[in-house]
Every structure is written in C-alpha cells, then in structure tokens.
C-alpha cells in the first residue's frame, strides 16, 4: 500500500498530538452536560476510538451511516443508511465525529436529521477539514487538521474501500484513481 501514497501528510505522532489537543477541546466543551459521540461510518471509527479514549469525562457512543449517490461524476445528495435509535437521540447534545469535512453536505445533512428527530443540541468535530471545497456553509466545532485540496487516504480514509488501516494520512497518487491530471478527487468518493 506504501506505493501508492505521493505523500505523508500526518505521521501517527502529529496525528495522536491533534488529537490530544481536540480532546481537550471537546472536554473543556462537554465538562458540564451529558453527551453522545454519535460516529460518522466507516472513516470516523479509527479516528473516535482514538479521539473518546482521551475524553476523560462521561460520554456514550452511537453510530450513524450515510453514503452519497450520483452520476458518478459528482455527489448529487446523501442517502441515510443507519441512525440511531430514538431514544439515543431526543433531548441529547450529539457530537458527530467524522472523518473529514469536505464539501459538508454530509454533516450538514445528518446535522438536520439529528436535530429534526430531537437532538437538543448538534456539534460536529472533523477529524481533517477542506475548506478549499466547501460546498454548503457548514463549519466544525472541532478539527484536527486543515488540508488542501488533495485526495488523502489511511487513518480510516479509503479509496474504494482500501487503505483504511494505514496508520498515517497521507495523498493517494493522483494517477490511481484518474486519467485526468488536473483532477484532485476520484470520480466518485464514497461518504463512509
Ligand atoms: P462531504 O463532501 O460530504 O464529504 O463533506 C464527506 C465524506 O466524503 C469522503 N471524502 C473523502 N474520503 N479522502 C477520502 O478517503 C478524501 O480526500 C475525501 N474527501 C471526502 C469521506 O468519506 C467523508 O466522510
């Protein structure tokens, strides 16, 4: 799998220290009030196992799925896989963790569901951010890291469902996923 990565972006050093520093961040926030670590899957899951682990107050976890449909040229909306049950949901402050916020139509989406069906309250923490290619206003709470605009894969980030198990982030060889040089996405990501 190293091969295909052009470059290191985060070592798994840099990557626990951001994450200390965000879990700090989320600990300041929550010191007083219950909440739920509600995780984006599958890229979120390495990412929230490490990020709750540094939380030392009391939390509860949930899952959540969604994948985005399209032409296969670019995401045309987000379908709801997997919510959680109800009662995980109503009158709880969420905090939804993913694994990068990158148009936002993801978290912008499951943000409003969560708070139709209840939520009293919906923060979001992003592992990697993009502003470069936001494409409905949304911003998080929390993030690690800032990147440009690069497909990155590894940490729990794939590219067709390969390299979440690499233990750094780093940009995907551009020549492995288009034929077109001035493309920096595949032609369809995937939002789990
Ligand atoms: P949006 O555009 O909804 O994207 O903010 C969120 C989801 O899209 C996937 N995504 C990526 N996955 N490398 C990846 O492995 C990337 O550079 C990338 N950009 C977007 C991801 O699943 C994320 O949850």
Not at 36 to 42: E, G, P
Request: charged content about 25%.
């Amino acid at each position: 799998m190293d091969q295909d990565i052009a470059t290191i972006l985060f070592s798994e050093d840099e990557i626990l220290k951001g994450i200390d520093r965000v879990a700090a961040e989320v600990t300041t926030a929550y010191r007083d009030q219950d909440f739920t670590v509600v995780s984006v899957l599958k890229g979120s899951c390495i990412f929230a196992s490490d990020l709750i682990r540094r939380i030392p107050i009391p939390l509860e976890l949930a899952f959540v799925s969604a994948s985005s449909y399209g032409d296969g040229t670019e995401s045309q909306g987000l379908a709801v896989n997997y919510l959680p049950a109800d009662g995980e949901i109503e009158g709880r402050n969420l905090l939804l963790v993913d694994d990068i916020l990158d148009t936002g139509r993801t978290l912008h989406q499951l943000s409003g569901e969560l708070i139709r069906r209840g939520a009293r309250d919906v923060k979001a923490c992003a592992f990697l951010d993009k502003p470069s290619r936001r494409a409905v206003p949304f911003h998080a709470d929390f993030s690690c890291f800032e990147v440009e605009d690069l497909f990155v894969v590894g940490y729990g980030l794939d590219y067709a469902g390969r390299y979440r198990n690499l233990p750094f982030v780093g940009a995907l060889r551009p020549e492995l996923y288009s034929s077109d040089e001035d493309s920096t996405e595949p032609a369809a990501a995937s939002a789990d």
